[in-house]
């Protein structure tokens, strides 16, 4: 994860698209949808799956990361769309909030 995270910071740094601002109502979109998925399956995982916890937490964010690099790629190939790291930036953040989370309040 601390990879991940230190290779999106080294890429947000590079050339970027103009007008995909670092803040704004669509990274922060980013950033709860990653939290709150994470948590969720790692709930869904643990209680009902009587998955263990470890295993739900890596399920959750790899699941979650992954969907987050599907719909980058899918924007990609939209007309006048691009791949935004800065939206993957803070897919990352909200799934690393998410898994500190799950391992601080576990018992």
Known sequence: MRT??????LCVGSALPAGDPFFSDDKAQHFLVSTVA?????????????VDDGQALTIGCSL????GIAKEIRDSRKQNNFFS???????????????????????
Do not use: E, M, N
């Open 85 to 107: 790291l800065k939206d993957l930036f803070w897919d990352v953040a909200g799934i690393s909030l998410a898994a500190l989370h799950v391992r601080l309040a576990a018992p």
């Open 38 to 50: 994470v948590g969720a399956l790692h709930y869904a995982l643990t209680q009902k799956a009587k």
């Open 64 to 67: 979650v990361l992954s969907l």
């Open 4 to 9: 991940i995270c230190l290779i999106l910071l």
